[in-house]
């Protein structure tokens, strides 16, 4: 292929790109507008204006995008190489982790930083933690056990990472969150462990970044010694950025162009620091003199998809007024909309049909959501793969223990005996003594477990060795164990759970004890959610029941294990997760107003809640290349407001008729004419149908 058939393949807003010539540049790319090669080119052309390969300097959000990016640019290089002969020099491509590393170096030579190690490895960090929690809680005469549970654990990592995103200290950044009240110990945790940290002369990932960039917010004249190494800095995925990585980018520059890329539709990192404004105001304010150049045409998917993603986006107010168009080869979309798991599989089923290869994902806003997915799955005894074994339902601790209950309860019937010899019966004690909590230690709960497994004198002596409060509560859950065990023939699999649930208290001290209101209404969720499973079965048999979903965990289980790389495996993962990837065919579940977009109990959605779940559903259906499925899930939950802003019957018409303009009416009724009229006029040099407005009502017939 020649030098010159390369370029004809680009659009020509991409070659605006490549060729920008003077000052600092913003480009606003929207999904799977190959922004990659752009960026490939942008580099080629810039080497092959004479710009010195160590005066430019490349930025990669992470590892992997850098790993590809830099493959990409090297077989480019090659490809130049091969044609005409010209060798090239390829730039430094680094991810902002790897800048921050090599900074913290150089601070530390001069005798800036003290020197530390970096510690990655996640038991390492845990460890570490764990340490700087017990301390203060020592300190403080607390119990330690419920800071150590492991959402907790993972609740306090998270704060931890959104302190070290930016440049505030702990009190201002907690003072900032809707936190509960199991987390107030977070601030002075976070100091502790810093202390623990540089004691030992330790540091975590997030320090790469933090440490140097809090030494030079104290000691700005550090900067003199820093700039001046570059001409030309690139940034991809702006829209991701947090305030330490603006931090850097504004160290680095200088007097360097800065050209950034990013799409703030796909702003969906918030959790970490990252913000819409940073791409829609903070470039222009510490930068000036930008210049704006649009990435608009999506090489990903159809008109259709195109259509129905701009209707719903459009919608938020924190965005430049963009719109997303399909290319004129990109391929036609097929767009569908229902209800229920098992509808959503039967649509996966009837493409796969037709399919000799395509990879496939279902994408929940949150871990809770997949539960209906999972078990319908596993019911037909499909397989499939989750990114960590921890989303597997049966490994979410309400679930296992509910199901703990039932089992002990059936084993510990009249005539029945246990032998808590086995390790199944053993795991089942200890959910048993965990679930709903009794505020034991992880140490009481083993010395009960090791006298469950002797005999009731030897377990009864370990009672006694206890708290009389703790004494009670074990005692308390021992008695109704034996309650449920003179009901569980009698009652059915949703009315035991019930019965378990109520007996229990199990819902109030999730709420009151739960380390986040997140994790609390993901426990809530999950519950609920085996509870709606229990009540929709035809099988009235507890024993009965929970041997079904025992081998559907064994299958499960032995799946994930057996096919955890199988390429062309249904893969199902969040949202968040699922950025910067694509599926042939992607169905979105759980669309139903509460779960996405997402809320808290009866809270309401502030108009920036409702603009970041817009954002993560526009990321979601902007995943699909040939076919996007939306479900909702059974519950009593309205069907998600951006099902409705989406608008897929709309989206559909004037796709079909962009594909075949010789069925082109006379008229067409739409949601938003406006909007479908600026995108008729951007794709098409034929006279657009008239466009009639109408209320929305659901979808037109």
């Known amino acids: ?273 990252a913000r819409p404004e940073y791409m829609l105001r903070r470039f222009q304010q510490d930068f000036n003199q930008v210049e704006d150049y649009p990435l608009t045409h999506t090489f990903r998917f159809g008109h259709s998809l195109a259509l129905a993603a701009n209707q719903a986006i459009i919608h938020n107010r924190e965005r430049p007024k963009q719109i997303t168009l399909a290319a004129k080869n990109a391929q036609p979309t097929v767009l569908s909309q229902g209800q229920g798991s098992g509808w959503l599989l039967e649509e996966l089923a009837s493409w796969q049909a037709k399919q000799t290869e395509g990879k496939a994902a279902i994408l929940v806003r949150s871990w809770s959501q997949s539960l209906d997915v999972q078990l319908e799955l596993l019911k037909n005894h499909q397989p499939f793969q989750l990114a960590r074994q921890e989303h597997f339902i049966f490994n979410r601790p309400q679930i296992r223990g509910l199901l703990a209950y039932a089992r002990l309860a059936l084993n510990s019937q009249t005539g029945l005996v246990i032998n808590y010899q086995h390790p199944d019966a053993q795991q089942d004690f200890y959910q048993l003594l965990s679930f709903p909590t009794l505020y034991l230690t992880e140490q009481e709960r083993q010395a009960l477990l090791q006298g469950r497994v002797g005999n009731e004198a030897a377990l009864m002596a370990v009672i006694d060795r206890l708290p009389q409060g703790k004494r009670n509560r074990v005692k308390n859950r021992l008695d109704l164990l034996n309650k449920l065990a003179s009901h569980a023939k009698q009652l059915k699999p949703l009315a035991f759970i019930n019965f378990t649930l109520r007996e ?48 559907a965990r064994k299958e499960g289980a032995a799946s994930q294990a057996a096919n955890q790389q199988a390429a062309q495996q249904l893969v199902i993962l969040t949202v968040h997760a699922a950025k910067g990837l694509e599926w042939d065919w992607v169905g979105v579940y759980g669309l139903n107003e509460g779960d996405f977009p997402y809320t808290s109990g009866f809270s309401r959605l502030t108009p920036a809640d409702e603009e970041a779940e817009r954002r993560l559903f526009y990321v979601a259906i902007t995943r699909a290349k040939h076919a996007l499925v939306l479900a909702r899930s059974e519950t009593s939950n309205q069907p998600s407001r951006f099902l409705e802003e989406a608008a897929l019957n709309d989206a559909k018409k004037i796709a079909e008729v962009l594909n075949q303009p010789e069925n082109l009416p006379a008229l067409i009724k739409v949601h938003q004419p406006e909007l479908l009229l600026s995108y008729w006029q951007a794709v098409s040099s034929l006279p657009a149908p008239k466009l009639l407005s109408y209320e929305f009502t659901g979808e037109p017939s």
């Open 1 to 273: 292929m020649s030098e010159l058939s390369i370029q004809k393949q680009l659009t020509q807003e991409q070659q605006a790109v490549i060729t920008h010539q003077q000052g600092h540049a913003r480009v606003r790319a929207v999904a799977g507008s190959g922004k990659t090669t752009t960026l490939v080119e942008r580099v080629i052309h810039l080497l092959r204006q004479g710009v010195p390969a160590k005066r430019l300097l490349v930025v990669m959000y992470n590892r992997a995008a850098r790993e590809d990016f830099m493959g990409k640019l090297e077989r480019r290089a090659q490809q130049v190489k091969s044609l005409e002969g010209l060798q090239l020099q390829l730039p430094d491509v680094r991810t902002f982790h790897s800048l921050g590393h090599r900074l913290t170096q150089t601070f530390g030579r001069w005798g800036l930083l003290k020197k530390r190690q970096l510690q990655q490895e996640e038991w390492m960090v845990d460890r570490l933690t764990r340490q700087a929690l017990t301390h203060l809680a020592n300190e403080q005469g607390e119990e330690s056990q419920a800071w150590l549970e492991e959402d907790a654990l993972d609740a306090f990592k998270s704060f931890c990472t959104l302190v070290k995103s930016g440049l505030s200290d702990a009190v201002e950044v907690f003072e900032a969150l809707d936190t509960t009240p199991n987390q107030k110990h977070f601030p002075q945790a976070f100091n502790k462990l810093e202390e623990v940290l540089a004691e030992q002369r330790l540091m975590f990932f997030d320090d790469l970044l933090w440490r140097p960039l809090k030494l030079l917010a104290k000691q700005p004249e550090l900067l003199k010694r820093l700039q001046g190494f570059l001409d030309y800095l690139i940034v991809d995925e702006y829209q991701d950025i947090n305030e330490v990585q603006q931090a850097l980018i504004k160290a680095l520059a200088g007097k360097a162009q800065v050209m950034v890329v990013g799409d703030i539709d796909q702003c969906i990192y918030e959790w970490r620091g």
């Open 504 to 551: 229990t208290d199990a819902l109030e001290k999730i709420r009151k004890t739960a380390p986040s209101k997140e994790s609390a209404e993901e426990a809530l969720r999950l519950i609920e959610g085996l509870r709606r499973y229990a009540e929709k079965s035809s099988i009235h048999d507890l024993g009965e029941w929970v041997n079904q979903l025992e081998l």
